[in-house]
């Protein structure tokens, strides 16, 4: 690509460089670049982060209803089993979002909270539900 000098606008549906998949170019906020393969694709991180079957939703729990312990999040949705609960779990505390309190007593306690990251994505579900309210509305 040429190196020509390209103002990006916020929300302008690009091309990732060299993956042929569409990202949105909202986190470059009106910058001036000069070399659009230089801008990341950052959709393969974010799915990384909160894709899988149930991160989402234990991530929606966290956020809007706080804290909650191992149990509590098993007993939220029953289609998981606690190898897969704990797997998501892990991931989500790995990546930032979440964190996790053990208490050493007997039995062993675990609480999940969303982290201030976590937390950032409110906005994200509650757009979400927003769509799916005016989708529903439009049939």
Wanted: net charge neutral; proline share 4%; aromatic share 8%.
């Amino acid at each position: 690509m040429a190196k020509e000098e390209v103002t990006l606008q916020a929300g302008v549906l690009q091309q990732c460089p060299n993956e042929g998949k569409s990202m949105r170019d909202d986190v470059v906020w009106d910058q001036k670049r000069t070399d659009l393969d230089a801008l990341p694709c950052l959709a393969p991180k974010i799915i990384g982060m909160i894709g899988g079957k149930w991160k989402l939703f234990f991530l929606q729990v966290l956020i809007f209803q706080g804290t909650k312990r191992f149990g509590e999040l098993r007993k939220s949705n029953d289609g998981n089993t606690q190898t897969m609960l704990t797997n998501q779990l892990r991931a989500l505390v790995a990546d930032g979002l979440m964190t996790r309190k053990f208490y050493a007593e007997v039995p062993p306690k675990v609480e999940y909270s969303a982290s201030a990251n976590g937390l950032a994505l409110e906005p994200v579900f509650t757009s979400m539900h927003v769509w799916w309210e005016n989708r529903v509305n439009e049939n």
